[in-house]
């Protein structure tokens, strides 16, 4: 077999479900890459045979990938039987955006749990026994039940997109694809090996609509038994017939620079052509300005053995036998959008084609001449300079004769066995990893990006993001337990260094030296002790079934190793997986479709008893962060996390570094979340009244940029001063002072009073034998890793302190607080921080305190804490408020995530400190961190700061008169579409006295989806 054996449906985001019944993200399940067809919901459906054909027995199942356009009705996926009435109807529907199925005729319907999201690709099936019926979402079950009703014999016609053959209402309003009817009920692990294309076997299949194998008005049914349906009603042309709409090139597709990029392919004559023959390809040129030129073969500027396909200002056109005029088509290609182009040539006339549409002809007397230059992709000609391709080309054929109209039309989409087709001279998918432009025709002629299997500058890019190569090449006849010796083609190296150009494969996931020993007992000192190995995936697998076998491709650049169709030994679910090696020594493993739950080895190693230098996680090597300077023995051993089950593609590559490996993945799959970015400052003004009574209230940012000159106090736990303040100043108890103390730990003291304190405590504040003002009295350091300095500046009638970037004892948040002392005796504190405290830093317990406000000492009363998300108070001797972590701190609205957004979990973020006057709550989401200060910008946010896009929305949350709110996000197991999203947060609420604009902000989190 020349390629993969089936085509794949790939996985983009699932949407995420909330907790509060609010859908923010959304996306598809089924990333389509292939055609589909598109219903209006008006009148459109397609109409199979009757007949009998499709009487079903007691157990049967159906199945498709549905996108609806909405969820509001009934729309009909497909059925048999009138759609109204009689034992002999079954119809496959969403009512509402829910799977249901009316069996027999009869009531109730049989109903799904799920609701299917509009505007998304998921996979739904109804599975049906004589007294059962179970359904699929995404192959997973989604409802159940029992019935006691028996279908009855018809010769109705199946009907898809609409319910029933006479009902003239609840037609389907969205898009189609790859409809299946089954005369056996499928069980769960042949639902979700199927969707994904593994497995797929004739018994049991009646009949397979997979809406891009469409020949005019035929829609043809690739089950092989012959049940083809029609679009609309009839095989001509009607307002009922729905869209079919390809989005043209199947798989990836090669983009060119415009301006030196190429591929070469071979020459010495391998591309000489007879009087007849075709060329074609899927283009999307970047502009439609100048010469574009898609393929040809000679020089590129003169002589008889010259031919050059291209556009000119859009236009396809034909150079031929290096004579003038050139043929040209009727119609211009548009920019930015995949249109078909082929011409094809006789002895003695053209016919160009766009879209399997006849675009323009002629005649001419040119007879090609032989040559033994190269082929070239994307520039006119192996000398030519100028005029190469700009943008994206995919699927270029090369055809040694006259295609028909229906020949091209039939097969722009699909080649369905290209290496079996005698007048195919060249195919190139564009498709795979490597520097090679593949040749799926049976001649295998190769091209190169570039000029070389090296990486040049002329290289075209790939455009895929996926890492698996569909030229997965031959059967190699493994079975389980056995071990298959394959040439690679090239010396590669092995992990302990040693070079071989042949390699064993054993059908249990192990790449060796050659040994000619097979062995499914997966151990780390197996792995240390055997000879040097590569370990894409070793566990005990079985290749026993449909299309299982271990794959062997060998191309001058990258030879592919795959297990297709693979399984645990005894299990029946069915995967993939993929070894990429190349001559310079790395490995690429690929994951395409995930793999169930397991326990393998992956990594390498040089064998021959290395020491174990220990396991990596290798799920925590983010793909922005490679692993470097590793060793050349790298493994994990453990339930498999590189990726979910259900997951999209994955891969790890091991690249030589002369000592061992680098490591590098494309999976950001550890949940991540932490704050970041600042809340609204927060300013407190604590007013003595002159008897020992202060209030305490909000005042709107009184921040002040300019800290002033740096004060000498460094390290932990310091008290420096006397510092004057340029006035005299009243503390409270009456002490007064022209000059003051200051702690590292974010007190003022009156001079010589106390030593530095880094344990805030009510009692000591409240009956120390000095008066206190604490703008922010918790456990910091200077002299940490952060560090950090004090301030002073004054004023006309002020000095103000700032504690400028300091964090807390063994924290690295840094903690910004400015205290204001007027000559009035009043005080002003404004709370800056980045994050006002980490959780589980401190020797409390791990929890860390904090202490806010004034008091007179000994010499007055001893108060109750108070409450200043509720100000003003007014209090006697001290007001104050004080924080022990048991809850998070109300002194500003605080943002704080409690668990990490992991798949098959809930991500709770806790929004505290919300204010007293707070009528409204949410939390914004957003795909990026604009880190704007609103200071200035005359909406009233001065003091805070969007820390959030937005573009996500919000999520609502409660109040019920509490400081604070729990805000919930639910994670599905199979929503993996979303693993390494990086979304950021901010909490937000409206209320009056916060802002002149009358709401806040808090800090912001970023948090990365992960497993």
């Not at 799920?114 to 192959?139: D, K, M, R």
């Not at 039940?145 to 014999?153: D, I, K, P, Q």
Request: with cysteine.
């Amino acid at each position: 077999m020349s390629s993969i054996p089936f085509r794949r449906k790939p996985l983009a985001r699932l949407p995420v479900v909330l907790s509060l019944a609010l859908v923010v993200l959304t996306g598809g399940l089924h990333a389509q890459s292939e055609g589909y067809l598109e219903f209006d919901g008006a009148d459109d459906r397609a109409t199979g045979p009757g007949g009998g054909l499709f009487d079903l027995p007691g157990n049967y199942t159906l199945e498709a990938w549905v996108n609806p356009t909405a969820i509001n009705g009934e729309d009909s996926i497909c059925g048999r039987g009138n759609g109204f009435s009689g034992s002999f109807n079954y119809m496959f529907q969403l009512l509402n955006g829910r799977p249901r199925l009316w069996h027999a005729g009869g009531f109730p319907w049989f109903e799904a749990s799920s609701t299917v999201p509009a505007g998304e690709w998921n996979h739904v099936a109804i599975v049906v026994t004589p007294t059962t019926y179970q359904f699929y979402l995404n192959g997973q079950p989604d409802g159940n039940g029992t019935h006691n009703r028996t279908l009855s014999t018809s010769s109705m016609p199946f009907t898809i997109g609409r319910q029933g053959s006479d009902f003239v209402n609840n037609l389907w309003h969205g898009r189609l694809d790859d409809l299946r009817v089954w005369s056996v009920a499928r069980t769960q692990s042949e639902i979700q090996n199927g969707m994904r294309g593994c497995g797929v076997p004739a018994s049991g299949l009646v009949a397979r609509y997979e809406f891009d194998c469409i020949s005019g008005q035929t829609l043809l049914d690739t089950s092989g038994n012959g049940l083809d349906a029609v679009l609309g009603t009839t095989a001509s042309v009607e307002s009922t017939d729905p869209m079919p709409s390809p989005p043209a090139p199947l798989g990836e597709a090669l983009g060119f620079d415009g301006s030196d990029d190429r591929a070469t392919g071979p020459g010495g004559g391998l591309f000489n052509l007879p009087g007849n023959y075709t060329l074609e390809a899927w283009v999307n040129p970047t502009t439609i300005n100048g010469e574009d030129s898609i393929c040809g073969r000679g020089n590129g500027f003169s002589g008889s053995f010259n031919y050059m396909f291209q556009l000119l200002d859009g236009r396809p056109r034909l150079w031929h036998a290096g004579g003038f005029p050139w043929f040209e088509a009727s119609s211009t290609v548009p920019a930015g959008e995949w249109n078909h182009v082929a011409i094809v040539v006789t002895p003695t006339t053209y016919q160009f084609y766009l879209n399997g549409q006849p675009d323009g002809n002629g005649t001419h007397n040119r007879t090609l001449s032989t040559s033994s230059m190269p082929f070239m992709i994307g520039r006119q000609g192996s000398d030519f300079v100028n005029n190469l391709w700009h943008g994206r080309l995919d699927e270029l054929r090369v055809w040694n004769v006259a295609r028909t109209q229906q020949q091209i039309a039939d097969n722009m989409w699909d080649l369905a066995n290209p290496s079996g087709e005698a007048n195919l001279v060249a195919c190139y998918d564009m498709d795979g990893r490597s520097q090679t432009v593949f040749d799926s025709s049976a001649h295998a002629y190769h091209a190169v990006l570039g000029s070389s299997v090296s990486t040049e500058s002329t290289d075209p890019a790939r455009t895929g993001n996926g890492f698996f190569d569909p030229h997965i090449g031959a059967a190699q006849g493994a079975i389980d337990d056995t071990v298959h010796s394959l040439a690679l083609g090239f010396s590669f190296a092995f992990p302990d260094g040693t070079p071989t150009s042949t390699v064993d494969v054993d059908s249990n996931g192990v790449i060796q030296i050659p040994v000619g020993v097979s062995d499914y007992a997966a151990t780390t000192t197996k792995l240390l002790d055997n000879a040097s190995a590569l370990y894409p995936f070793w566990v005990d697998m079985t290749l026993d079934g449909i299309a299982d076998d271990i794959y062997f491709q060998a191309l001058p650049d990258v030879a592919l190793i795959t297990w297709e169709c693979a399984r645990f030994f005894s299990q029946d679910r069915l995967f993939r997986i993929q070894a990429q090696l190349y001559p310079d020594g790395s490995a690429r493993f690929v994951y395409p479709d995930g793999v169930p739950p397991s326990s393998p080895i992956i990594g390498v190693s040089e064998g021959g008893g290395v020491a174990d230098p220990g396991q990596t996680d290798l799920s925590s090597i983010l793909a922005t962060t490679p692993l470097t300077g590793g060793g050349a023995t790298i493994y994990e051993h453990v339930p498999f996390d590189l990726l979910n089950p259900a997951g999209p593609d994955a891969m790890v590559l091991f690249s030589p570094n002369g000592s061992g490996y680098d490591v590098s993945t494309n999976l950001p799959s550890v949940a991540l979340a932490a704050k970041h970015g600042q809340a609204c400052r927060r300013s407190i003004r604590f007013v003595p009244d002159g008897s020992g009574v202060y209030t305490a209230s909000d005042v709107f940012d009184a921040y002040d940029p300019d800290y002033g000159s740096a004060l000498a106090i460094t390290g932990d736990d310091q008290v420096g001063g006397p510092f004057a303040l340029g006035f005299s100043f009243t503390f409270p108890g009456g002490t007064v002072t022209d000059m003051v103390d200051l702690d590292s730990n974010c007190r003022i003291l009156p001079p010589g009073t106390d030593g530095s304190d880094g344990d805030p405590d009510i009692a000591s504040f409240l009956t120390e034998a000095h008066p206190t003002i604490a703008p922010f009295w918790c456990d910091l350091n200077l002299a940490g890793p952060v560090g950090g300095m004090v301030f002073q500046k004054i004023g006309p009638g002020f000095s103000r302190f700032t504690w400028d970037s300091v964090a807390q004892f063994l924290g690295e948040e840094p903690i910004t607080v400015q205290a204001t002392l007027f000559d009035d005796d009043s005080i002003t504190v404004t709370l800056v921080g980045t994050a006002l405290f980490e959780e589980g830093i401190g020797y409390f317990g791990g929890v860390s305190r904090a202490l806010i406000g004034v008091s007179d000492g000994s010499l007055g009363s001893t108060p109750a804490e108070q409450d200043f998300s509720s100000l003003p108070v007014t209090v006697s001797g001290a007001v104050y408020e004080f924080w022990d972590g048991v809850e998070d701190l109300d002194l500003q609205l605080t943002l704080e995530t409690l668990t990490v957004p992991a798949l098959g979990s809930a991500w709770n973020m806790r929004l505290d400190g919300l204010p007293a006057s707070t009528f409204a709550v949410a939390v914004i989401m957003g795909l990026g961190n604009p880190a704007l200060d609103l200071t200035g910008t005359g909406i009233g946010l001065d003091g805070c700061y969007l820390l959030t896009s937005g573009d996500l929305g919000s999520l609502p949350a409660g109040i019920s008169g509490s400081q604070s709110t729990i805000v919930t996000i639910n994670f599905g197991a199979g929503d993996t579409g979303l693993v390494g999203l990086t979304l950021f947060m901010q909490g937000a609420v409206l209320a009056p006295g916060t802002t002149p604009l009358g709401a806040a902000l808090a800090n912001g989190v970023q948090a990365t989806i992960g497993y």
